[in-house]
């Protein structure tokens, strides 16, 4: 199991008392949009660093187009992996091994951050 299955199943597990039916759909949206998060993290250091170092690159157009295209790929991908009969295998995995305890409030801040982070980030350029 990786670390977003784990941070998923910590998640799904938290909310399935409260929200029976919409623990899943809960889940998968942050799942998605902490992996989203990352990558425009990621992509904002990487375009920051190569307008610094004088390189040229891609349009502030097409970067856009890109990461919605690519945010849109990770959602899909995630809605496939966490939708059915791999979402029970990993579920069965995830309840064998030792429940690690992460804190909820921090695990649902993580999106948040580093969303902040990047915009902080993108206005250097």
């Known amino acids: 199991m990786t670390t977003f299955d784990q941070l998923f199943f910590t998640v799904f597990t938290a909310f399935k008392t409260r929200y029976k039916q919409k623990a899943n759909t809960i889940a998968l949206v942050y799942i998605s949009a902490l992996q989203i998060a990352l990558f425009f993290l990621l ?44 979402r029970k295998v990993l579920n069965a995995k995830f309840n064998r091994s030792k429940a690690s305890s992460h804190n909820l409030t921090l695990l649902l801040s993580l999106p948040i951050v580093s969303f902040i982070l990047a915009i902080i980030l993108l206005q250097s350029i």
């Not at 690159?57 to 939708?83: C, G």
């Open 43 to 86: 992509g904002v250091f990487t375009a920051t660093f190569l307008t610094k170092m004088n390189a040229s690159t891609i349009s502030s157009q097409k970067a856009w187009t890109l990461f919605v295209l690519i945010a849109i790929a990770i959602h899909i991908k995630n809605w496939l992996k966490y939708s059915g009969k791999t």
